[in-house]
């Protein structure tokens, strides 16, 4: 059964980077489309980008475009999204998900990472 | 403002019936059947309920049901258990430049 656990919870500073990890077992990293979505406090969901393996890119969402990347270590099986020039708006739960069963639709979830950025 | 439009709560007694919309354009909702819809405790990470507009994973109980009417995706929610109380959450495709967009949520209150 696949299993998705991020990394602890951080806090930041404005103008800082934060890079959250996503370690997966029970499959490899290579089998799966990862995305990131995001959850601001009291907000909805935010899909930031993710994997698109019809043609092997990352996609970023255009908002985040030239502040985030997503990368991969296969050799671990661990998802990185890096979130850099971090604004207070930016405080957040950040999570990894993915479509395990190719049913274009995000059926596992990491359990969340919370990023606080604050003077 | 989220790309989908989702009214902010809905109630209903147990064993009633509970029925949320989720609105967006052509471009998303209208466009494709890859209308997804999850739901949320507080707490936990969010769960898929139904994919492909009105298919439920394994494990979901069948008063979970979807449909899709033009640009407006529903979610209906029979017999309403107080386990069914949380946060509902649709989303859809929307092309491969901004492929997928999410509703602001529909909080549900099992009176």
């Known amino acids: 059964q696949v299993q998705l656990v991020q990394s602890g919870a951080e806090v930041k500073k404005p103008g800082a980077s934060v890079k959250v990890s996503c370690k997966v077992s029970?499959?490899?990293?290579?089998?799966?489309?990862m995305h990131w979505v995001r959850q601001a406090p009291g907000k909805g969901l935010e899909w930031m980008g993710g994997?698109?393996?019809?043609?092997?890119?990352?996609i970023y969402a255009q908002k985040f475009q030239g502040r985030v990347t997503m990368t991969e270590d296969t050799s671990t099986d661990t998802a990185y999204m890096e979130l850099s020039s971090l604004r207070s708006e930016d405080t957040a739960l950040y999570y990894c998900?993915?479509?395990?069963?190719?049913?274009?639709?995000?059926?596992?979830w990491g359990q969340g990472t919370m990023v606080t950025v604050s003077s | 403002q989220s790309a989908l439009t989702q009214p902010p709560s809905a109630s209903g007694s147990p064993g009633q019936s509970v029925t949320i919309s989720c609105t967006g354009t052509?471009?998303?909702?209208?466009?494709?059947?890859?209308v997804s819809w999850y739901q949320e405790h507080p707490g936990k990470a969010p769960k898929l309920m139904i994919y492909?507009?009105?298919k439920r994973p394994s494990g979901v109980p069948d008063r979970f049901s979807g449909s899709k009417s033009g640009n407006t995706a529903s979610l209906t929610v029979s017999g309403l258990q107080a386990e069914d109380e949380a946060d509902y959450y649709c989303?859809?495709?929307?092309?491969?430049?901004?492929?997928?967009?999410f509703g602001g949520g529909t909080k549900v209150t099992v009176l």
């Open positions: 994997f698109d393996p019809e043609d092997g890119e990352t």
């Open positions: 998900a993915t479509d395990m069963t190719m049913i274009d639709a995000f059926d596992i």
């Open positions: 492909e507009v009105s």
């Open positions: 029970g499959y490899t990293l290579t089998e799966l489309s």
């Open positions: 989303s859809s495709y929307a092309g491969s430049n901004n492929p997928w967009v």
């Open positions: 052509s471009s998303d909702v209208g466009g494709y059947n890859y």
